[in-house]
């Protein structure tokens, strides 16, 4: 006996990036807390773009032309809460430099607030710790452009 049958797939999707958060916004980041205040900036001003699909944010900065491809790890569990991390590690002859950042910015409307953590770490040729700078930046954005979240 032959059968004949289609396969069926499905799949449940679930959303790593709140939608309310794509489109263009003003961002303010001012400097609250750091172990070495002078080797970062007090405060910036930037618009952003954000955009994004499946589990991949995209962040340009229109002002300076930067643009970030970030996996996004955790999904998001409240639609307006947005929350990831970055690591990038520059090695040269002499030293190692590791940059890290801690982002949480929670969505209400047509802005957002939160926190930016940076984390500079230096170690020698050794792999040993020979400094570290920590920076923690209150973060609030303004939607410039962009379509506004339904609110329940």
Same mark, same amino acid.
């Given at each position: 006996?032959?059968?004949?049958?289609?396969?069926? !797939?499905?799949?449940?999707?679930?959303?790593?990036?709140?939608?309310?958060?794509?489109?263009?916004?003003?961002?303010?980041?001012?400097?609250?807390?750091?172990? @070495?205040?002078?080797?970062?900036?007090?405060?910036?001003?930037?618009?952003?773009?954000?955009?994004?699909?499946?589990?991949?944010?995209?962040?340009?900065?229109?002002?300076?032309?930067? !643009?970030?491809?970030?996996?996004?790890?955790?999904?998001?569990?409240?639609?307006?809460?947005?929350?990831?991390?970055?690591? !990038?590690?520059?090695? @040269?002859?002499?030293?190692?430099?590791?940059?890290?950042?801690?982002?949480?910015?929670?969505?209400?409307?047509?802005?957002?607030?939160?926190?930016?953590?940076?984390?500079?770490?230096?170690? @020698?040729? @050794?792999?040993?710790?020979?400094?570290?700078?920590?920076?923690?930046?209150?973060?609030?954005?303004?939607?410039?452009?962009?379509?506004?979240?339904?609110?329940?």
């Amino acid at each position: 006996m032959q059968a004949n049958a289609q396969i069926l !797939k499905g799949g449940v999707s679930e959303d790593y990036i709140p939608q309310g958060f794509f489109g263009s916004w003003g961002v303010i980041s001012k400097l609250d807390s750091s172990n @070495n205040p002078s080797m970062f900036n007090k405060e910036s001003r930037d618009i952003w773009t954000l955009s994004g699909y499946d589990n991949v944010l995209i962040l340009e900065n229109l002002q300076s032309g930067a !643009k970030s491809e970030i996996v996004i790890k955790e999904k998001n569990k409240d639609n307006s809460t947005l929350k990831f991390e970055r690591k !990038k590690i520059v090695n @040269n002859e002499s030293e190692k430099i590791i940059y890290k950042e801690i982002v949480q910015f929670n969505l209400y409307g047509n802005h957002f607030s939160g926190t930016d953590d940076f984390v500079v770490e230096k170690y @020698n040729k @050794n792999n040993k710790l020979i400094e570290k700078n920590e920076a923690m930046y209150i973060v609030s954005g303004v939607r410039i452009s962009g379509k506004s979240p339904k609110l329940n």
